[in-house]
């Protein structure tokens, strides 16, 4: 839902991701040998490309200038080409659309401008066909204050739907408790219960005076949270994920999902100290976020989805803040929750994040060894972040980068999330004017806070119209980026050395080449601080393939020793690189990689 603030990290000083492990006993030596060993496991999400629609932005079919779903169905072929296996669509549901489409007023519909359900059904056969499968995204901590069962909850206490939302009366606003950022929340002499606050700024209790109680939003006050202590609500809403299975999803990426329940004793929040972008007070959201409690919902949540063919597969949103938190989300050595939770570690080290060889490995390795064998689920960009060819760009090496955290992402062994227009290098295009914000976050929160427009702009997919054949219509809900004119489909498509070619041809090495497919994951060269390299080991009767990235501005000299990957020769063949100066490679032995250079070689 809202941007995430950096992470931190576990180790705070690490010579290498073995040391660090070492040190703080997080990994065993028969965790990193487990990691070592290829799979044999065919399960589709094991071995997947997911892509993110956002479908406001991606195509328009009908004029209006907004996306649709006509539109995804009308580019499926593009989507094959490339390689994608499953689509995810940010929610298509009825909406008023205060938050595009994340304040659901019916999660059994589709929104009349992105169409009906029966294109959803004809999207969801057209993909079969492609062997692209289609996951929704599912909003479960919240609805829209539009939806039926809200309107009910908030008409009176006494209406058999008014405990489905949290509710509180309040605390008096002259009591001793209330304090000045209470106050300003103040309605018939009440204050807000505590200090808990909107993700999209102010107090998260909002006053209702039918009721005269306030209700409680983790995000904008459009979106009241379900009350997840009562039980009618889970069964409401795993109907409502059952209705989008009987019509043939292969699963759902559910969103902000640790925030599911909140601290039934409404205890105030801790801060943390500072102000953010709304000027309200910095806080810990240790009584807002995580609980225990959830972990329950997503077993049975597990469970009632598994009952479906097909392998049907649970992504989640999940923030967290070290990868044994994450390994909780797959249910740990029960692995009996999320299959996929994503780990946010690797891709999103700040909005700021600087690519760093030392703590990349940490994490890869972390996720390796740390979450019981499960499959982990790697994502640098989506709608809620500043694109990586933004957050990782210097200006200079913009181009390598973004074929360097590609490749990262696509020989890595897991699941690979992408987000639209990241396979052509697209841009953030941040509005420069209040005025023309959109997304909620930017409006409350301008300047400081610009929002997430500029990830959410149309896709580029040709030169021939300033609307870059996403719409007929002069006026497209968001402006499209003046890079359209060269950063295009099209363009790209018609170029060898294009971003769009670069990540075609991972994708499909990831798919024919069985050390990519199946193999596990061993780092080499682990001391390096500026280049990450680790081979991808082989089933039997195949070969590992090594892949080297240099992180820094400049040339490296690798001397590298493969013997903890138990390769014995030093013979290389050039699979991919980005400097045709490593083409001829043919010996791991001083090989000297470009400024931010990407090398994937086939060992001999």
């Avoid at 065919?42 to 932005?57: D, L, Q």
Wanted: with cysteine; proline share 7%; charged share 25%.
């Amino acid at each position: 839902m809202k941007r995430p603030s950096p992470v931190q990290l576990v180790c705070v000083t690490v010579l290498s991701a073995a040391s660090c492990f070492a040190q703080s006993g997080a990994v065993s030596p028969a965790d990193l040998k487990a990691a070592e060993k290829p799979s044999s496991d065919s399960t589709w999400w094991k071995h997947a490309v997911v892509y993110e629609i956002y479908p406001r932005s991606f195509q328009d079919s009908n004029g209006d200038g907004v996306g649709d779903l006509n539109g995804i169905t009308q580019r499926l072929d593009y989507l094959k080409d490339l390689g994608v296996d499953a689509i995810w669509i940010a929610p298509m549901y009825p909406s008023p659309q205060v938050d595009f489409g994340y304040d659901i007023s019916d999660y059994e519909n589709v929104d009349p401008q992105y169409g009906t359900l029966a294109d959803m059904d004809r999207l969801i056969a057209e993909a079969k066909k492609r062997n692209i499968r289609v996951c929704l995204d599912m909003v479960l901590n919240h609805t829209s204050d539009k939806h039926a069962w809200f309107q009910q909850s908030a008409s009176s206490r006494t209406d058999p739907k008014h405990d489905w939302y949290v509710w509180n009366e309040g605390k008096l606003a002259t009591g001793p408790g209330a304090t000045p950022y209470e106050k300003r929340f103040a309605h018939d002499g009440k204050v807000p219960i505590n200090d808990w606050e909107s993700g999209f700024g102010g107090s998260a209790w909002q006053w209702t005076p039918a009721t005269e109680q306030f209700y409680y939003h983790k995000f904008y006050r459009e979106q009241p949270d379900l009350n997840w202590r009562n039980p009618a609500v889970e069964k409401a809403m795993f109907a409502s994920m059952q209705f989008w299975l009987d019509r043939g999803v292969a699963g759902f990426r559910l969103d902000a999902i640790p925030t599911l329940f909140e601290d039934p004793q409404l205890r105030d929040e801790p801060e943390a100290g500072g102000v953010n972008a709304q000027g309200d007070p910095n806080l810990k959201d240790v009584y807002t976020s995580n609980l225990p409690e959830v972990h329950g919902v997503i077993r049975r949540m597990r469970t009632m989805v598994s009952k479906y063919p097909g392998d049907r597969v649970l992504i989640g949103e999940t923030y967290l803040p070290n990868t044994l938190e994450l390994d909780k989300w797959y249910g740990s050595a029960d692995k009996n929750e999320l299959q996929l939770p994503m780990d946010m570690l690797v891709g999103f080290q700040g909005n700021h994040a600087k690519l760093d060889a030392t703590k990349l490995r940490q994490y890869l390795v972390e996720v390796e060894t740390q979450v019981h064998g499960s499959q982990p689920l790697l994502v640098f960009d989506n709608h809620d972040n500043v694109r990586s060819h933004d957050r990782y760009g210097d200006g200079e090496h913009d181009a390598a980068i973004d074929r360097l955290i590609a490749a990262l992402l696509l020989t890595s062994r897991a699941t690979a999330l992408m987000y639209y227009g990241e396979e052509l290098g697209m841009p953030t295009t941040i509005p420069t004017r209040v005025e023309d914000v959109k997304d909620p976050i930017g409006i409350t929160g301008w300047p400081k806070e610009k929002g997430r427009d500029g990830e959410r702009t149309p896709m580029q997919w040709d030169a021939t119209t300033p609307q870059a054949g996403f719409s007929t219509n002069a006026k497209t809900w968001l402006p499209v980026p003046a890079s359209y004119a060269t950063i295009n489909v099209k363009a790209e498509q018609s170029d060898p050395q294009s971003l769009l070619n670069w990540h075609k041809k991972l994708i499909s090495m990831r798919r024919s080449l069985p050390a990519l497919h199946d193999g596990g994951l061993v780092m080499v060269d682990t001391d390096n601080p500026d280049v990450l390299s680790f081979v991808r080991t082989a089933p039997a009767g195949a070969k590992p393939v090594l892949v080297c990235l240099n992180m820094s501005a400049s040339p490296k000299t690798l001397h590298l020793d493969l013997s903890a990957a138990a390769v014995k020769g030093v013979e290389i063949r050039t699979l991919l690189t980005n400097d045709a100066t490593l083409t001829p490679v043919h010996s791991v032995k001083d090989v000297t990689m470009p400024a931010y250079g990407s090398y994937i070689g086939e060992l001999q």
